[in-house]
């Protein structure tokens, strides 16, 4: 009976001896591919032409930058030149350091007259603070109505106003084509703290 059961014993003990190794193999392989395909491979393709760590393309972003650089150069040329103080008076024209209603009034006056158009009226409204994140930087709100304005007059004021040197934003425009009336409402900025 013993010689029985030592037969029985042998077969399985020789078929999980047999399967034990494949288990095991299995068992590694479910382990390390998961370990590969999202610990590894991330890491690799970094490595790879196009990743971040490649040479290759650490030498095209340099060149890249280079080029960036030599264009910023007359950027900076051009920056240095208005510190000089050349081109100081660009800059008053842009941002005034007073608002000078005078200046104002007759700019528009003669604006009116080049467009060989009626100005009606200019109002200038009360002061404001453009922003507080700017200090000193003031705006007034100005409104103007202009006749014998037609939709090509009011395209050659509109775009006037844009290549301005004068910052200006407009912010309300009321154009009637058969009345051939125009009304525009500006923000006219300057800084009183020069």
């Known amino acids: ?30 382990v390390l591919a998961p370990t590969y395909f999202f610990l590894l491979q991330p890491e690799l393709n970094k490595y790879v032409s196009g990743g971040t760590q490649n040479i290759d393309t650490a030498r095209e972003l340099l060149e890249k930058r280079k080029n960036y650089a030599a264009q910023l150069r007359p950027l900076e040329d051009l920056y ?27 700019i528009f006056e003669r ?30 709100i100005i409104s ?16 006037y106003l844009e290549v301005s040197m004068r910052l ?3 912010t309300t425009i009321d154009f009637d084509p058969r009345a051939k009336f125009l009304s525009l409402t500006m923000r006219v900025y300057y800084n009183e703290s020069k």
């Open 111 to 140: 604006f009116g007259r080049d467009m060989n158009i009626g100005v009606q009226s200019i109002d200038i409204g009360s002061l404001e603070s453009a922003s507080s994140a700017v200090q000193g930087v003031k705006s007034v």
């Open 168 to 170: 200006t934003d407009v």
């Open 144 to 159: 103007m109505k202009m006749s014998g304005v037609g939709y090509e007059k009011m395209k050659e004021i509109l775009k």
């Open 1 to 30: 009976m013993a010689e029985e059961k030592k037969q029985l014993i042998n077969p399985a003990a020789t078929v999980i001896g047999k399967v034990m190794p494949v288990i095991v193999i299995v068992i590694f392989a479910a």
């Open 80 to 106: 240095d030149e208005y510190g000089t103080g050349s081109q100081s008076n660009t800059i008053e024209t842009i941002l005034p350091t007073s608002l000078d209603i005078p200046t104002i009034y007759a």
